[in-house]
């Protein structure tokens, strides 16, 4: 049994949905302190030839506070969002879809920030056929009494995973003897070099995965997220 786990992030690049792909259950971080400058309520997007901001206002945002314990903020509104997506995109070849799937996200009625982004994750994987087994972090008994590693482990045990992958960040942050003493394989997810026509103007990598989406189509996207390498000692 593999396990992944990450913070919800707002429709992240590729490489977290290679992330969820590769694993038997992928846990949802609801529980995790929020950051502020971090991946969870923005991400960027193609915007006039270049890579720009789109987020998801938070209320009282801070870092002292759980995922879960933080709300949209009443000034959030999914047209303004919408039509955003429909003047950067418009033009793009799966528009439509893209456009459709972006509806289903933005207009979802739930406020909890936490919710709200899982249902993003959970709109993303069935739109890409990933059938990996999302849980939070909160379902896990016990699970925030733990810091840092420790709640990996936990975690783990509580899965049933012999194996944890991460994202390639998390390289300086994990070490290999450290699982293996107990009893846990260690890997990280390291993105091929994904390149994919963007209007007529030079590829910028690195984008959400909604420029992804909006610019090919389902069987497409599912190759990329095979173009990746699990990183072993």
Not at 193 to 201: E, G, M, N, P
Request: glycine share 6%.
């Amino acid at each position: 049994m593999i396990m992944g786990l990450n913070q919800p992030y707002f429709m992240p690049y590729i490489g977290h949905w290679q992330l969820i792909n590769a694993v038997d259950v992928f846990v949802i971080g609801d529980d995790y302190n929020f950051i502020n400058r971090g991946w969870i309520h923005r991400n960027r997007i193609l915007q006039n030839g270049q890579a720009k901001y789109f987020n998801i206002e938070v209320a009282h945002a801070s870092q002292n506070k759980k995922i879960n314990e933080l709300y949209l903020s009443d000034v959030y509104d999914p047209a303004k969002k919408l039509q955003t997506l429909r003047e950067a995109y418009s033009k793009a070849p799966y528009f439509e879809e893209g456009y459709a799937l972006m509806r289903q996200i933005l207009e979802y009625e739930e406020r909890n920030l936490a919710r709200f982004l899982e249902h993003s994750i959970r709109c993303v994987c069935d739109y890409l056929g990933i059938t990996t087994k999302l849980i939070r972090s909160s379902e896990i008994p016990g699970n925030s009494e733990f810091k840092r590693e420790y709640r990996i482990y936990d975690q783990c045990r509580y899965t049933g995973a012999d194996m944890y992958i991460n994202a390639i960040g998390g390289r300086e942050l994990y070490d290999f003897e450290q699982f293996r003493e107990r009893g846990l394989k260690l890997g990280f997810v390291q993105t091929g070099d994904i390149r994919y026509q963007q209007f007529d103007q030079e590829f910028i990598p690195y984008l959400s995965i909604i420029d992804l989406i909006m610019f090919n189509s389902v069987e497409e996207i599912r190759q990329m997220l095979t173009q990746c390498t699990i990183l072993q000692e």
